[in-house]
């Protein structure tokens, strides 16, 4: 009989996050595509029995589940090999020694635990539970750096089981053949630099739209949460930047971002968070020359596929993306870029479960 690895899809089912519902969804498909000899991939999400789950496959374990999870899983519902791409895993007690029941959760970011901005809000609040029971009941809690797992350390009793798996861009994810038009039906100039704006960002987007101001470029800001314009336009005033030359856009879908992004002559990642940079991996894929505030987590992920400088040298370090050094960047990103995918995080997941 064929051993279960028992994916938890609840964001492919009820996305909270355009990034967690991509890598979860990808993940799966690559774990389908990767799966061992003697091995199968069955899915569990709140939802109704036999749900086909993207054309990924068709979910018979969820009627394991109570609808008012994660804190109401019945029993049973985590046997077996589970494997959860968020913090949202059915977890309670379990003999992973004499029955082979092991559960596995992951963690994409720390600022509801290391950021003053977040830490107060109800989603933090929230998340810190859910780390506290994983601390508690999971055999193992994936990180996407090193840099990250350290920090978990100083949160939770979790040294001897935390792993680095790192995540990777969306799959097919390419600028498209209409990104002219795109750029275009979203209001965009011919010539820009892009960063990114979500709400735990605003102190590296106050940075980047500086860093903009000592170009003549306009900038346009992607993931900007709806609501937030004016402070984003009191950002770009207080840094020199006139309102006229800054574009707020919100989140996007694959083919628009990817036009987004893959248009600008140089892309900004001033965000300092431990957390997994979207958006920088995804400008380093598509050739985009990459300037990064210099942090542990951009030391990492980013390594040599970008311009690494203190937050004050943003302005000159984005100067000499666009001159002389913009080929040899656009090369290093890409090259960098390929050493994260679906398949080799597929790959090492099972590997986990394999040593657990």
Known sequence: MPVSLRVVL??????????LHAAARDLTRALIGTVPVGCRVEGIAPVADGLDIDGLFTVHA??????????????????????????????????RVNEGDQTV????????WNSVAERHGA??????????????YADAIVVPTH??????????????RVRVI?????????????AVARRARLGLPRDYVATSGGTAELDGLAAALRAASATDLDVVVVDVPEGQEPGLADLAQ???????????????????????IGGAASFVSAATRDAWPWRAVEAMALGIPLVAVDSPVHREVIYDGGLFVPEGDLGDALRTTLGAGRERLRVLGQDRSRAFTWVGAAEKVWQLHADL
């Not at 990777?168 to 053949?177: G, M, R």
Request: aromatic share 6%.
């Open 123 to 136: 989603g933090a609040s929230r998340q810190r539970r859910l780390l506290r029971r994983a601390a508690k």
């Open 166 to 178: 790192p995540g990777a861009v969306e799959l097919d994810f390419a600028i498209p053949d209409d």
């Open 62 to 95: 969820a009627k394991q589940m109570r609808r008012d999870w994660p804190f109401g899983f019945v029993r049973g519902a985590g046997r077996g090999m589970v494997h959860s791409p968020t913090l949202l895993a059915p977890l309670a007690a379990h003999d």
């Open 105 to 112: 959760s992951t963690v994409w970011d720390l600022s509801p």
């Open 238 to 260: 207080a840094g020199g930047l006139p309102e006229r030359r800054v574009h707020a856009r919100g989140s996007l879908g694959r083919e628009d971002r990817a036009a987004v």
């Open 147 to 160: 840099v990250m797992a350290d920090s978990l350390c100083e949160y939770a009793r979790v040294a001897d």
């Open 10 to 19: 609840d964001q492919v089912v009820e996305p909270t996050s355009d990034d």
